[in-house]
């Protein structure tokens, strides 16, 4: 061989090697719960080359969607928003399905996601994880960069994902009053409606669950008494009261329950209110509290005052992902959900999370970006997530501006251009919510048709809708 073909050969393998992704295969995840979200770190964690344990305290897969004593499942419910939104953007539901689909048919789904995958083998079933602590650097036989004990066991990881869900620990609200002694549960723990049949049945919470029950309720129910915060407002009440079945009447929101069985309420002036009639049962459709019980309580890992006010959580993360105190340790997936879709927004979450492990991502660069409101987020997040993971996110358009001695970091959605499977989530979900409030009952007959098009700048993604028969 010729010293030129030979110092060729070696630029050409020079050139392979630094195109060889060089990740440390030595590094080790573990990953808490195998719902959605723990798959879907567990899949592009392992891709990436790294060592993942997930650990699941039921013997299956699934999370909140396995029908049982301790999910948030009642027997009848569909999602509330469409498949064709809700799925991770690689692997879609079965086109035959309707849009609306049952929780049986996610189960399936996120079933022969784990078996596309070959997730199962990297899954602990039927272990509970009681304890998650850090072991800093040069402690109790840590490496140099420290790491994550689970239950008590010698070995060490270094990372940790948390992915145990957002429906386990039901929420109540404060009361001025609560006296009442008949039955009194947590939409968490409903199933069917025939336990209320014939019966005065107060139902708290003017949100997607409260809704499904009210309607649900209404058919075998003399009357429900449906409460929301929304429903003092006169306007927003007399439209909706127009779309109800006629057993069902709104009040604002409760404030007490006296033993009788009349509750208290705020009227439409801000006064509370009595009601002269009477209830024979509560449902509190109030939500759920963020829970952590593997987490110490003097560990400082979650923010005290969690429970009671989210937002002390989230200030203590970047992009609702990354601790700030452990930013290339310890992450959180599913914490939030938006208009960038439900499943998806826990890929880009584990696609990001990826790439601060390889670091693609610094934490300065963490801090640096833009802040969202918790619980709820527009598609714009999704969107710079996406970019972490591709490692274009210094390309996000954001403002600057300040709060006295703070600077408040914000994003700029108007500057920027959504890439077509985002936008198509986006209005997909503003059209799925303006239909909740046209067709309160109805709107999970409709079925969406997404169609790929050409556009001036490329391919596009386009839909259409097929509304109920009247």
């Known amino acids: 061989m010729s010293q030129t073909a030979a110092s060729g050969r070696h630029s050409i393998l020079a050139l392979v090697a630094q195109s ?9 995840v573990a990953v808490i719960g195998a719902g959605a979200g723990g798959l879907v770190a567990a899949r592009h964690l392992r891709d990436a080359g790294l060592a993942v344990r997930v650990f699941e305290s039921s013997g299956q897969v699934g999370g909140i969607w396995v029908y049982g004593d301790h999910s948030a499942m009642y027997d009848s419910l569909r999602t509330n928003i469409p498949k064709e939104i809700m799925a991770f953007s690689d692997v879609p539901f079965d086109p035959s399905l309707p849009s609306f689909i049952k929780h049986t048919d996610v189960l399936s789904y996120l079933q022969a996601y784990a078996d596309r995958f070959a997730l199962r083998d990297s899954i602990a079933f039927n272990t509970t994880v009681h304890s998650a ?3 800093a650097a040069g402690r109790e036989g840590a490496a140099v960069e420290g790491g994550w004990r689970i239950n008590g066991e010698e070995r060490l990881y270094d990372a940790l994902v948390v992915a145990n869900g957002r429906y386990n620990k039901p929420r109540y609200p404060r009361l001025i ?3 009442f002694r008949g039955p009194s549960t947590h939409s968490k723990y409903y199933r069917e409606p025939s336990a209320y049949a014939s019966q005065r049945v107060l139902v708290v919470g003017g949100s997607w669950s409260g809704s499904d029950l009210v309607w649900e309720l209404s058919s075998v129910a003399t009357t429900v008494v449906w409460s929301g915060t929304q429903f003092t ?6 439209d909706l009261v127009a779309k109800l079945p006629a057993s069902v009447c709104l ?5 007490g329950v006296e033993e009788d069985g009349r509750y208290i309420s705020v009227g439409s002036d801000g006064q509370l209110v009595t009601s002269t009639d009477t209830i024979d049962a509560v449902i509190w459709a109030t939500g759920y509290t963020y829970d952590f019980p593997f987490f110490a309580p003097g560990s400082g890992l979650i923010p005290s005052g969690t429970a009671d006010d ?20 310890l992450f959180f997936v599913g914490l939030t959900f938006g208009t960038g879709g439900f499943f998806f927004c826990m890929e880009v979450q584990a696609k990001a999370i990826v790439a601060v492990l390889k670091g693609q991502v610094s934490h300065a660069e963490l801090a640096a970006l833009p802040r969202f409101p918790h619980h709820y987020t527009p598609a714009c997040y999704c969107a710079l997530l996406e970019m ?14 300040r709060n006295g001695s703070s600077e408040i970091i914000t994003a700029d959605p108007d500057a920027l251009q959504l890439p077509p499977h985002i936008l198509l989530r986006k209005h997909l979900h ?38 109920p028969v009247e």
């Open 20 to 28: 060889i992704d060089v990740f440390d295969h030595g590094k080790s």
């Open 133 to 135: 602590e850090y072991v």
């Open 177 to 179: 009053k609560m006296g």
């Open 233 to 238: 407002d006169a306007d927003t009440a007399a």
């Open 251 to 255: 009040v604002g929101r409760i404030q």
């Open 310 to 329: 989210p937002q002390c959580l989230f200030d203590a993360l970047h992009l609702h992902v990354f601790r700030k105190s452990h930013p290339a340790s």
């Open 388 to 401: 972490i993971a591709q490692g274009s996110h210094e390309s996000f358009p954001h403002t600057h501006s």
């Open 430 to 467: 503003m059209d799925t919510t303006l239909s909740r409030k046209r067709l309160p009952g109805r709107y999970r007959e409709r079925n969406y048709h997404i169609c790929m098009r050409e556009g001036g700048e490329g391919e596009m993604m386009a839909w259409q809708v097929t509304e």
